[in-house]
């Protein structure tokens, strides 16, 4: 994937997100970090409380609100004229979390979204996989 000086590049999960922005041009990445957050010690009041495995397992709601939150920071970023270009790379769950959370103003910027779980990996070896996509 070729990136355009300047465009985010969003690395995210449910728990953590990376977001990066390409200081380098079209055939040299090299991205920087620009913002980043971490859900630490979710809480537990949310996971209820019967027996494990009576019911369905539901998406641990405090892992949604991550990514809804992302989503609205997103939002703000793209108001105050922060960023461009956006490329999403998330697992599916958070990615489709995200999709259904994004304003339309900051899916018009998305240029690509890639489905993959980079969230723990090095910015080196973020640079090195997008490179490949």
């Known amino acids: 994937m070729k990136l355009k000086n300047g465009t985010w590049v969003l690395v995210c999960d449910s728990g ?11 055939d040299i990445m090299d ?3 620009v913002a980043h957050d971490e859900l630490v010690n979710p809480a537990t009041s949310n996971h209820g409380t019967d027996r494990p495995g009576r019911f369905a397992i539901s998406p641990d709601l405090e892992e949604t609100r991550f990514a809804q939150d992302l989503a609205e920071k997103l939002g703000r970023w793209e108001t105050d ?21 994004l304003s339309d ?25 997008l490179a490949k996509e």
Request: no cysteine; hydrophobic share 40%.
């Open 105 to 129: 103003q900051v899916k018009k910027r998305v240029r690509g979204e890639v489905q993959k779980d980079y969230a723990h990996r090095t910015i080196e070896f973020i640079e090195t996989a």
């Open 81 to 101: 004229k922060r960023f461009n270009d956006l490329v999403i790379v998330s697992d599916s769950r958070t990615l489709g979390v995200l999709r259904s959370a």
């Open 31 to 33: 991205l920087r970090v």
């Open 16 to 26: 953590k997100f990376l977001l990066l922005e390409n200081n380098g041009d079209e």
